[in-house]
């Protein structure tokens, strides 16, 4: 890391302006999670019978939910098995450090930041939580923890009469989908912190992007907020993407083409040489 990127982060931890972070599946990578897009991504293999991206649609959902269930169970299986990062461990150091002038952005429904120790509050899981369900017909906007007894799946495995039972709304007993946001369907502000997510954008003095390949909405509008109003702006991933080109157009853009489990710790360890912040 160059003297100019390193004297940047300490100014800015010594200023008062706001922290935000912007992670991607790249982030649990390490952790044994697959990515989207990477050639084992969950977009390029798939499932035996369907296009990958069809299993992450409503309308899927609504023809064949348990076929949706069974691969969504399947992901959390790998998600039960993975352990959080050095990487999640430094966002999480990151919050204790910046304390109300951080906020972490999420597309991952993985869970891992919040196991590393990073608070709900000041986390927004902007595609949902693969941990959480909730009832189909919208009987009440609560998400609701998976049932204990509906386990993870290996590939392909499916739900059991009992299992099925279980994926039920237990105020109203209509079907539960699955508490993620699908291709299908838009962001909104009570399941995804939709707003907010814009606001602290907005008020951003300092973005770190790290590992995703910036293949969606929201994230897109949060970096171009942020290079808008010349926030400083650190894009960290193992390959160019369109976040590295949106950083590197600004004044205050940098490039760490380095995993994300070797960035983060060395930019906690800028940050926690500063005393005053
Ligand atoms: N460290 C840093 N970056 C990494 C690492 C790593 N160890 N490993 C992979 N990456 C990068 C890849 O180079 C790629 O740019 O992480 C990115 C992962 O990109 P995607 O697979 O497209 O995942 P993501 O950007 O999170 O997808 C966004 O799309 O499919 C939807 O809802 C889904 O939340 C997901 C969203």
Known sequence: MGKDLKDKLKNFARSNENFTVLTG??????????????AEGYWTIGSREYQPQEMATYSMFTQNPYEVWKWYLYRKNICEKADP????????????????????????VDGLHI???????????????????????ECTSKIFPLPEHLCGKEKDEDLTEEEKCLVRCPYCGSLTRPHVLWFDETYNETHYSYQSTLEVAGK?????????????????????????????????????????????????GYFIQQPSSTALPSILEIFKTCENR
């Open 25 to 38: 599946a790249g982030v649990s990578a390490e952790s044994g999670i697959p990515t989207f897009r990477g």
């Open 85 to 108: 990062n050095s990487g999640h461990v430094a966002v999480a150091e990151m919050e204790k450090l910046f304390k109300n002038r951080f906020t972490l952005i999420t597309q991952n």
């Open 115 to 137: 196991r590393a120790g990073n608070t709900t509050e000041r986390t927004f899981q902007i595609h949902g939580n693969i941990f959480f369900m909730r009832c189909v017909n």
């Open 204 to 252: 951003t003095g300092l973005l770190l992007i790290v590992g995703t390949s910036g293949a969606t909405n929201l994230p897109n509008q949060v970096a171009t907020a942020v290079h808008h109003h010349k926030g400083i702006i650190i894009d960290i991933n193992v390959e160019h993407n369109p976040c590295t080109q949106l950083a590197l157009s600004g004044e205050k």
